[in-house]
């Protein structure tokens, strides 16, 4: 079966500092991967996906990036967090029946 | 602009009460998720949709290609079932990665 993994599960960093939140997925090959952020009161919005290793489209201008460099490895990074990065951040993949699967998600407060 | 619209945006409800969760959207889709998020933020897939219904337990889900809209119900609810539901769907576009425009989602209480 399929699992997916985010760590850490909570963070909480000061301005300016730089971040790195990472997704793994078990169970599949070549997934469809994505970043969806959840701002307070706010629904989720795609920030990043990626179809295959070093392929990643960015779909909001933002303060980050993103990187796969293993097929089943999502990275989300920032090399200077604003205290607008705060939310939820959650990883997902899309199976073969475009079925989407979430994982646990990441909660960023950023001070 | 894909907009999606969910009513009501909070909804309180006795045990046992039949309940319903509406969503609307403003451009054509090929399928309409319908998530299901616990306090703790983790988020379940209930349903993907693209016509018709589906059935899962107690939970039912419709959707109207025609009139852009889906409805979710969950029938003798239980306050187990508080949580925060979504909408999610995928417009038409042909690309081929599989994007998700979301619905700020409905805050179910049940009641015991």
């Known amino acids: 079966s399929q699992t997916i993994h985010q760590w850490p599960a909570t963070l909480v960093q000061p301005v300016g500092s730089p971040l790195s939140l990472e997704c793994t997925v078990e169970?599949?090959?070549?997934?469809?991967l994505y970043w969806y952020r959840q701002a307070a009161g706010r629904g989720l919005q795609l920030l990043f996906y990626?179809?295959?290793?070093?392929?990643i489209s960015s779909e909001v201008p933002q303060n980050l990036s993103a990187s796969r460099p293993q097929d089943r490895q999502f990275i989300l990074s920032s090399k200077k967090l604003l205290l607008s990065d705060s939310g939820f951040y959650l990883c997902?993949?899309?199976?073969?029946?475009?079925?989407?699967?979430f994982g646990p998600g990441t909660r960023l407060t950023v001070l | 602009k894909n907009e999606v619209e969910q009513s009501p945006q909070n909804l309180t409800a006795q045990e046992g009460e039949f309940i319903t969760i509406n969503c609307s959207y403003s451009?054509?889709?090929?399928?309409l998720h319908w998530l299901q998020q616990h306090p703790g933020g983790g988020i379940v897939s209930l349903f993907m949709?693209?016509?018709g219904k589906k059935k899962h337990g107690r939970l039912i889900a419709t959707i109207n290609i025609q009139e852009k809209h889906s409805s979710l119900h969950i029938t003798a609810s239980h306050p187990r079932d508080s949580a925060v539901y979504i909408c999610a769907v995928r417009p038409y576009s042909g690309a081929g990665s599989y994007q998700l425009t979301f619905g700020k989602g409905t805050k179910l209480s049940v009641i015991p």
């Open positions: 949709l693209s016509s």
């Open positions: 990626s179809v295959g290793i070093g392929q």
């Open positions: 451009v054509g889709i090929s399928a």
């Open positions: 997902a993949w899309a199976g073969n029946y475009n079925e989407q699967f």
């Open positions: 169970g599949t090959s070549n997934p469809n």
